[in-house]
């Protein structure tokens, strides 16, 4: 007997713009159109973003603090630089939240395809 299965890989988790934290938005939209989306986030002390996910996306770090990021590799406190850019190709999920006692800025720029 043969029993055939599709493995089709679905997204349960919102994107960087449709989560925030305690149900407030952290993220907005500054620009898209058929090729990019450009995002602002902005994350206060003590603020952070739930569990989410990232497309292929490019960040730039306006202004930055220090960050408590929870992943698959577990959890980790870091020192996010203002200038510090970044580049991922996907990030199947993660939750971060703003540890410093400064507000973080972040650019998310991520093609369409």
Not at 80 to 97: A, L
Request: with cysteine; net charge positive; glycine share 8%.
């Amino acid at each position: 007997m043969f029993v055939f299965t599709a493995c089709k890989s679905t997204q349960t988790l919102p994107d960087p713009l449709a989560t925030g934290w305690k149900g407030k938005k952290v993220c907005k939209t500054l620009s898209e159109n058929e090729k990019l989306r450009t995002l602002k986030c902005t994350f206060p002390p003590g603020v952070g973003h739930e569990k989410h996910f990232h497309a292929e996306h490019f960040g730039y770090t306006l202004k930055g603090s220090k960050f408590r990021i929870t992943d698959a590799s577990g959890t980790r406190e870091v020192k996010v630089p203002t200038g510090y850019d970044f580049y991922n190709k996907k990030i199947e999920w993660h939750e971060v939240q703003n540890i410093g006692d400064s507000t973080a800025v972040f650019l998310i720029i991520e093609p369409k395809k």
